[in-house]
C-alpha cells in the first residue's frame, strides 16, 4: 500500500464551482499535510499546510484533515480559471526532510 | 524571493549520452532534492542531499547517479541515457531541523531521449 494516494481526475468543472480535492494516507502517525499546487511547465509550490486535524482556510481555499479516517482535503470555493493546474498532497516523513507525494489531480476551470 | 534554477528548460539527447542537469539555489538550504515527474506516477525521488559530498538513494536511483560539491549546487548525471530516462527531472530544497520542511522546487528540465 502507497503512504499517499490520491484522486487522480482529471477533473473539470465550470467557473464559479466548488472543488473537492482528496487523499488519503496509511501512516496514523503524519502530523503535518501539504498541498502543492504546480502550474503547467512549472514547478510544483506550497499551497497551503495543516497540522494535525481540523480545517485551515486561506480564501478561498480551505484546507481540510479527518485523522481518523486518513483522509486529507482541499477545497476551492467559487473556482477561478487561474486555478487550473495539478494539485499534489504531500505529506513529510517521520524527519521532516522527506516527502510522500500523491500523484497530483488535474484541474481544468472553464471560464 | 526565494530561487531554484535548473540549467536548462528543454533538453533532447540520444540514447548513450551523458547527461549533466544542474540546479543551483540560493536559499542557503541543506537539503537537496532531484525528482522525476511522469503523469500517472507522479512525483518519484531519484536522490537525495542533505550535506555537501552527501546523498542517498530515494525511490528509483538505478541509472542515475548525483554530486554535491558546493551547498548551493546538485547535480543529476545520466551516465548513459536510455529513452525510458524521458520524463520532467524536478529539482528541490529545503532547511532541516523542523518537523515538516517546506521544499522549494525549480521550473523543471524537460528531457527527450531520442
Known amino acids: 500500500q502507497k503512504e499517499v494516494e490520491q484522486d487522480p481526475g482529471p477533473l473539470s468543472v465550470p467557473e464559479g464551482a466548488i472543488v473537492s480535492l482528496n487523499c488519503t494516507y496509511s501512516?496514523?502517525?503524519?502530523?503535518?499535510f501539504m498541498w502543492y499546487r504546480q502550474y503547467s511547465r512549472k514547478g510544483p509550490e506550497l499551497l497551503m499546510y495543516t497540522y494535525s486535524s481540523g480545517n485551515k482556510e486561506d480564501g478561498r481555499f480551505t484546507a481540510q484533515v479527518d485523522k481518523s479516517s486518513k483522509y486529507i482535503s482541499l477545497f476551492i470555493r467559487d473556482s477561478q480559471p487561474s486555478d487550473s493546474a495539478t494539485y499534489l498532497c504531500a505529506i513529510p516523513t517521520n524527519t521532516g526532510n522527506q516527502f510522500y507525494f500523491g500523484t497530483g489531480t488535474s484541474l481544468t476551470v472553464i471560464p | 524571493d526565494v530561487k531554484v534554477t535548473q540549467s536548462s528548460r528543454y533538453l533532447v539527447k540520444r540514447t548513450g549520452e551523458k547527461v549533466f542537469l544542474e540546479c543551483v539555489q540560493d536559499?542557503?538550504?541543506?537539503?537537496m532534492f532531484w525528482y522525476r515527474q511522469d503523469p500517472g506516477l507522479g512525483l518519484r525521488l531519484i536522490y537525495f542531499s542533505y550535506d555537501v559530498k552527501m546523498k542517498e538513494k530515494g525511490d528509483i536511483p538505478e541509472g542515475y547517479s548525483v554530486s554535491r560539491e558546493k551547498k548551493e549546487r546538485f547535480s543529476l548525471i545520466l551516465e548513459s541515457a536510455s529513452t525510458n530516462q524521458t520524463s520532467m527531472y524536478l529539482c528541490?530544497?529545503?532547511?532541516?531541523?523542523?518537523?515538516?520542511?517546506?521544499?522549494?522546487f525549480g521550473p523543471g528540465t524537460r528531457l527527450t531521449v531520442l
Open positions: 501512516n496514523s502517525a503524519f502530523q503535518y
Open positions: 536559499m542557503d538550504h541543506e537539503n
Open positions: 528541490a530544497s529545503s532547511f532541516q531541523g523542523m518537523e515538516y520542511n517546506e521544499q522549494f
